[in-house]
C-alpha cells in the first residue's frame, strides 16, 4: 500500500515562498506518475503541477507557470514543489497524488492528506 505524506504548508506574505514535500511510502516514487493539486475553499479541486512515471514530461496551471517548480528525489523517495513569489489566490489545501498508470488525473490511485498553504496580501 503507497502512502503520500505531504509537508511544509504555511502562512506566508504575498510574494514568498514555499517548499511542499511529499514523502512516499511502500513503493518507489519513480513507479508512479505524480502530482500536486490544490484545492482552495469553496472551489474544485485542481492540478497544479504534475510528472510523468519517466520524469521527462512535467505540467502546469497556466497561472504557477514561471512560479513554481516541480521535482522528484528519488534517492529520498520524495515529491517536490518549490512555490515562489506565492498570491493570496494560491491559498489552498494542497494534495500529492501518485497513480501507476495516468498522468495528472484527478481521480489518481493514492493521495496524501494535504497541507494548508495560506498567503497574505
Known amino acids: 500500500q503507497v502512502q503520500l505524506v505531504e509537508s511544509g504548508g504555511d502562512l506566508v506574505e504575498s510574494g514568498g515562498s514555499l517548499r511542499l514535500s511529499c514523502a512516499v511510502s511502500?513503493?518507489?516514487?519513480?513507479?508512479?506518475?505524480m502530482g500536486w493539486f490544490r484545492q482552495a475553499s469553496g472551489k474544485e479541486r485542481e492540478a497544479v503541477s504534475c510528472?510523468?512515471?519517466?520524469?521527462?514530461?512535467?505540467r502546469y496551471l497556466e497561472s504557477v507557470k514561471g512560479r513554481f517548480t516541480i521535482s522528484r528525489d528519488d534517492a529520498k523517495n520524495m515529491l517536490l514543489l518549490q512555490m515562489n513569489n506565492l498570491k493570496p489566490e494560491d491559498t489552498a489545501v494542497y494534495f500529492c497524488?501518485?497513480?501507476?498508470?495516468?498522468?495528472?488525473?484527478?481521480?489518481?490511485?493514492?493521495w496524501g492528506q494535504g497541507t494548508q498553504v495560506t498567503v497574505s496580501s
Open positions: 511502500g513503493d518507489r516514487v519513480d513507479e508512479y506518475a
Open positions: 497524488a501518485a497513480d501507476r498508470f495516468y498522468y495528472c488525473s484527478g481521480t489518481s490511485e493514492y
Open positions: 510528472m510523468s512515471r519517466s520524469g521527462t514530461s512535467t
